[in-house]
């Protein structure tokens, strides 16, 4: 089990994001612990009204919305009934056991999860201290994996899981998809489980899922005020629909919040630098000689998408690699000059130059035959005197010894004297 929990300012925003899943029909309540009545019968208004009497009680905290996910393995299928005794038991064990909470199952991506949403304003009016939330998490998480026989989030089938699923530009063309819910989901799970430590790095985690991230034209009003806009992507690569703003979304995946996460996650991902260049050279590695596209066929075999970055005559100036595995992202400069795009492609070079050498020209019998029969007309055709063939078949030729005995010449004197005594 991954536990994620995510600080806010806008308990409003927190419940409007799930209860526009429901709405959708992507999730469903599941449960609701200190609200009174049947969790059918709650309406938005109700459910905001029972937070907001809390966070009336100390309007100087401003961070007071806390959004939880827990997140199970693809292959566990577990009932609302276990869903809830999870939910309860890790609200319990993180310090929120009498904090009123919201719990929704979520049926928008390939794995079970929850989301649970609750304030950290107590009934006294006092603020639950964020910073032991992590560790407290950390330790239900064990206890629970333990407790339910969970799939432990140390094991290498859940770092292996992405979580994610593409973005399908034909269902949203069509309309069975909106367009809006499509993107949300998407940048929502990369913001929060991939390390990137710029733009780039970020829409080369998001073209994985066929989504981008535009800012617009460096002359146009929305660059200079760092705007950003969000669009699907087609199966070429291109922008399709009409882009949705960036601060339309419930996680306000703004560039200037975006920017805070580049500088933290700069620390985050060095940990997992070693691990994906031994996982590229180990490509190398297997091969004395590797093109291009093997090169990205064999990385994604190890959970590794590559994109090379190309000016307009065709030559790569640039190398991202995207590790699904330990969710990070590097430009190959940053992981060491071997792994840069000159260097990289400098090893496709060299493999091509080295087959293009070994190639020997051959030329067929006949071609071979033909080409010398030219060569000895043309030779013939260019004697500088033009009478010499005439005066070479007019010199006596030597006779030459073959070897073979010649045949003595038989007499013929008999029939001389035969044709003396007719003549007569």
């Known amino acids: 089990m991954v536990a994620k929990i995510t600080a806010g300012k806008s308990i409003r925003g927190a419940l409007h994001y799930n209860e526009n899943k429901v709405i959708e029909g992507e999730a469903i309540l599941i449960m609701a612990s200190g609200f009174a ?33 827990l997140n199970f393995h693809s292959s566990e299928k577990l009932d609302d009934t276990a869903l809830q005794q999870i939910a309860n038991s890790y609200m319990e064990k993180i310090g929120y056991g ?59 089938a859940i770092k292996q899981e992405s979580g994610i699923i593409k973005a399908d530009p034909q269902k949203v063309k069509y309309g069975k998809i909106p367009t ?49 806009m969000f669009s699907l992507l087609d199966a070429r690569g291109v922008p399709v629909g009409v882009p949705v703003k960036a601060s339309s979304f419930y996680s306000k995946p703004t560039l200037r919040n975006l920017e805070k996460k580049f ?33 990205e066929e064999e990385a994604n075999k190890l959970r590794i998408d590559l994109q090379f970055r190309e000016n307009e005559q065709g030559v790569i100036f640039g190398i991202t690699f995207i590790d699904h595995q330990n969710k990070v992202v590097f430009n190959g400069s940053d992981l060491g000059k071997d792994y840069s795009a000159k260097s990289i492609t400098e090893r496709f070079n060299k493999i091509s130059k080295q087959i293009n050498a ?30 010499l063939l005439e ?14 005995p010649r045949k003595k010449k038989k007499r013929r004197k008999r029939y001389q004297q035969i044709n003396q005594e007719l003549t007569l």
């Open 37 to 69: 009545g049947e969790i059918e019968q709650l309406n938005f208004n109700q459910k905001l009204n029972r937070f907001q009497h809390l966070l009336e009680l100390n309007p100087n905290v401003k961070t007071n919305t806390i959004h939880i996910s």
């Open 180 to 228: 809006k819910r499509a993107i949300s989901n998407i940048i929502t799970a990369v913001s929060r489980d991939y390390k990137f430590t710029s733009l780039a790095e970020y829409n080369a985690v998001l073209k994985c899922f066929n989504v981008t991230a535009l800012r617009g034209a460096e002359h146009t009003p929305m660059y200079q005020n760092k705007g950003l």
């Open 263 to 295: 500088e933290i996650n700069s620390d985050k991902r060095k940990k997992h630098k070693v691990n994906l260049k031994q996982r590229i050279d180990l490509v190398f590695g297997k091969y004395s000689s590797i093109t291009k596209s093997k090169f």
């Open 358 to 387: 070994d190639k020997k020209p051959i030329l067929r019998p006949a071609l071979r035959r033909e080409r010398q029969t030219d060569s000895i007309s043309n030779t013939y055709l260019r004697l500088p005197n033009p009478n």
């Open 391 to 404: 005066k070479l078949l007019d010199t006596p030729q030597p006779e030459y010894n073959t070897g073979i």
């Open 98 to 156: 009498d904090q009123p909470f919201l719990v929704y199952r979520h049926d928008d991506a390939a794995h079970m999860h929850v989301h649970i949403v609750t304030t950290n304003i107590t009934a006294q009016g006092k603020r639950i201290d964020l910073h032991n939330n992590a560790l407290k998490s950390e330790e239900a998480r064990k206890v629970i994996e333990e407790d339910y026989n969970l799939i432990k989030a140390e094991s290498k």
